[in-house]
């Protein structure tokens, strides 16, 4: 500080007494401060005393150096000062700042202003920076390429995004504030912090057609191989790509390359690494060989420098311009093109032969799973590979195929999965925080061995338990215990999947179809076949084996009905119903209407076999409901974040009261399905399941039950309507799909699937064909009145979620908690085309005219067209269980995460608002209009600690809040100013929606 003069400084505010007490001596009292945040701006004014020996100190140097060079005129001291570079000159240094010795010896810099200015002066030019632009702060003020970001966007009226570090360590998120939120259009940053993306995200978000990214710039470290840059661009991505390379000692690049389009558009694999390019304004670049000529083909260490590109270091008071810095980077040279090799201490040599480990790394992270990978000399013996992978492969794969692309001295030692890179705040890999790692690694594994099968029983059952809150007096769990039904559900098993592989350490391949669908003795076998694989392992199954197609004879398994002919003419137009059909995630399906419900005045005309949204009925004319009872609980806290991001409390403006409510002797996790007749909209009905095995059809309006019937085990998936009126299809633990009679619940067919069905079935009003999933693996297209199945389509992982059905293109997806997202085509059950989402998914699909999405477990929320390309991804702080809703217009998209917040997203993929609400959210939420109000649109959510929260769908704000006397894991519908919904405390509710009058 003494040595620059400095005047001014941010201190931390934790760090100021101990600023203060260091430097006390040197500061006036009169040193006034600025507060921001978490930094204080120190103004210096030294003492006079400590400044006059300061500079005197200088001048005495000065004044030998001079004796020393013979300086004895003012000619020759003017000529002298025009060949040198003085640090005490007045305004001669911008900033001083340190190394971080990352890859060399860690120095003091001391940086002139006329060594930093061309740098920012051509980047300007280079990217064609405007005030336009958005520039993010990728790079922290202690490392020199923050200057360059800070004053590109500063000299050229640019805005300059600055996020807080929280943020920066969530890469999910900190993608959706770059690319969602504030649609960042140049981003300069080291390779290692734009993998901590994930080659996933890079490619759908950072590198997507859809990007706001204009300019993508990487320095710092080894640029990544062409082959894996190809691999992250999205299809039809047009970010221009700067390859740039500099060193701290004369701040802050010296070369640049733009990548070409036609290379990045190129199939052809490219085996060479990206060359550095051409100078900046103002730099020289010279390769010289290891006795300091300078060469023009062939290997040799770089040298930077340039007549004004010249840094002070550590001492240095006094320079020749012009000076030249021996980099430690490695190139070679070919036909004038400069080519990285690595640094100095990245050269090894191992089993006597030399080896630079930055190949490693290279070929590594071409491999087709590695997600991200770094390579360490271990304490100078071992090479380590440290990977995170897309799909958690065994290590014997990965090891075949290094020795497929590496020489023998290459092979690493050992191979570490691990679930980030870490890195420095500088944004490059961390070599000590991964030699730690690797510490750890060594003694959890000599530590955490499994000592034989019966250790594995032991710690799978206090597993079991310890998630499941069962008794510790349970001393042994029953062999036949199924998750599920012992009180798991979806994220409990998430969590039992994570214990399991931390235990075994190492990933099973299919362990969570079997802890959602097996016993606990099915699972603990699952586990041994995957560590002994090669052992004879005994399986003692007490409990039935899935159920084969083959096993049931369709008739027996139907019971009388499947006996008895249809009770309608399936060519008898006239025992077709007109209605219209809602559940969940505001689905309508208005089915044969088009002259009933114009004539009543209650629907605009429209045609038969219509899918609609919720408001396209918006005419609809309501029926005053009776006189009512019961009031709202009071809403606890809620924050509101809408666009400003700022939290607000917002007063209550319709009140919820229980209309009716209906016992079903257990939980009712699954969501109702209503249907409203067109002739007699009076009888409409409620149909819904429960863990009771019971299937009841319920009165909307007065909440009498019309009929019950008893299934076969329990029920989670929310019913569907036939396309004719007539039948009700349901699915059920048992491994059936039951299809009953809508007017008194008779058993009209019953198909057999291998296993539990939990997914809900959706009908195709253009073909009458139901569409439904199994936990067998297997998607079904079923006819019910020929009652055969028409397709079966093996899907790559359990089918929880229920299909989605898309009428132009003609396409049903499917969702697999083997994480892929499948069209298919209805007629055939041919597969169209499939996207991996790397995590499992419990959210159903949803699509619009133009995009089809869904959440996945990983937190993130996908939206592809309907071609399968992945337009965007929001990321929130949460698993997503919850399915989506669209508005009318489809313009918006609502969903809720486990991080607590109902979202509301724009088409774009921007966050409109969120709301937070006080538990989980799991549901589905509905959108539908206030019957006050015509134009006010609201959407009905559900958290899992039972409140239901009614917000504007356009603002977010909070309408009404009421709490039901137990856990919610069913989605709301709402049908005129009436809201059904189940309950964990074994009812189903209906609730009316009061008021809502603006004040």
Known sequence: MKKCNLKYILVEKKQINKFRSSYETLLNGDTFTVEHNDLVLFTLHWKNDEMNLMLSDRKEKHEKEKRKNGLSSDNNNEEKVEEHMDVRLKHCLAYVLHTSGTTGIPKIVRVPHECIVPNIQHFRILFNITQEDVLFLASPLTFDPSVVEIFLALSSGASLLIVPTSVRMLPSKLAAVLFSHHRVTVLQATPTLLRRFGAQLIKSTVLSASTSLRVLALGGEAFPSLTVLKSWRGEGNKTQIFNVYGITEVSSWATFYRIPEKILNSNLKCEMPVQLGFPLLGTVVEVRDTNGFTIQEGNGQVFLGGRNRVCFLDDEVRLPRGTMRATG???????????????????????????????????????????????????????????????????????????????????????????????????????????????????????????????????????????????????????????????????????????????????????????????????????????????????????????????????????????????????????????????????????????????????????????????????????????????????????????????????????????????????????????????????????????????????????????????????????????????????????????????????????????????????????????????????????IYKKKCVWKLKCGGTVFSSPCLSLIPHHVYFATLGGLLLAINPASGNRIWKHSCGKPLFSSPQCCLRYVCIGCVDGNFLCFTHLGEQVWQFSTSGPIFSSPCTSPSEQDVFFGSHDCFIYSCNMEGHLRWKFETTSRVYATPFVFHNQSHSNDRLLAAASTDGKLWIVDSQTGQLQSVYELPGEVFSSPVVWESMLIIGCRNNYVYCLDLLGGNKK
């Open 329 to 783: 980077d490695f190139v070679t040279v070919k036909d004038g093109e400069i080519f990285f090799l690595g640094r100095k201490d990245s050269q090894i040599k191992r089993h006597g032969k030399r080896l630079n480990i930055e190949l490693v790394q290279r070929v590594a992270e071409e491999l087709q799973y590695v997600e991200s990978c770094a390579v360490t000399w271990y304490n100078q013996e071992k090479l380590i590979l440290f990977m995170v992978s897309k799909d958690n492969l065994v290590k014997d794969y990965i090891f075949q195929e290094l020795q497929r692309h590496l020489p023998s001295h290459a092979i690493p030692d050992e191979l570490v999965l691990i679930d980030v890179l870490p890195f420095t705040s500088h944004g490059k890999i961390d070599v000590s925080e991964l030699n730690k790692i690797y510490l750890n690694y060594i003694n959890v594994k000599s530590e955490c061995k499994l000592n034989g099968k019966e250790e594995l029983w032991e710690k799978l059952q206090y597993l079991w338990k310890s998630i499941l809150s069962l008794s510790e007096d349970l001393s042994k769990v029953p062999d036949e215990s199924l998750f599920l039904n012992s009180g798991g559900d979806s994220l409990k098993s998430i969590r039992l999947l994570n214990e399991i592989e931390k235990l075994t350490g190492t990933s099973v391949p299919g362990l969570l179809e079997m802890i959602l669908s097996s016993s606990i003795l099915e699972i603990y076998n699952h586990i041994l076949h995957t560590l002994f694989p090669d052992e004879d392992l005994t399986f003692s199954k007490s409990c039935a084996t899935k159920r084969k197609l083959s096993d049931i004879n369709q008739e027996e398994a139907g019971g009388k009905s499947l006996h008895q002919k249809s009770a309608m003419s399936l060519n008898c137009n006239s025992e077709i119903k007109a209605f219209v059909a809602l559940s969940r995630g505001s689905q309508i399906l208005s089915l044969n209407t088009t002259m009933s419900l114009t004539k009543l005045g209650h629907f605009p005309s429209v045609c038969s076999s219509d899918l609609m949204s919720q408001t396209d009925i918006q005419s609809l004319k309501s029926l005053s409901p009776p006189a009512l009872t019961g009031k709202s609980e009071n809403p606890s806290f809620v924050a509101i974040v809408p666009k400003e991001g700022k939290p607000v409390i917002e007063a209550e403006k319709m009140e919820l009261r229980v209309r009716w409510r209906s016992d079903t002797g257990k939980c009712v996790d699954a969501s109702p399905l209503v249907v409203i007749p067109a002739f007699d909209k009076s009888s409409a009905t409620v149909y819904i399941g429960s863990h009771s095995h019971r299937m009841k059809a319920i009165d909307l309006y007065s909440g009498k039950v019309k009929w019950e019937q008893i299934l076969g085990d329990r029920i989670e998936s929310s019913a569907c309507v036939s396309k004719c009126g007539n039948f009700i299809i349901v699915g059920c633990y048992d491994g059936l799909v039951y299809v009953l009679k809508s007017s008194t619940g008779e058993k009209y067919w019953i198909f057999t699937t291998e296993d539990a069905v939990k997914s809900s079935a959706t009908m195709d009003p253009t073909t009458g064909l139901l569409y439904i999933g199994s936990h067998d693996q297997h998607a079904y297209a079923l006819d």
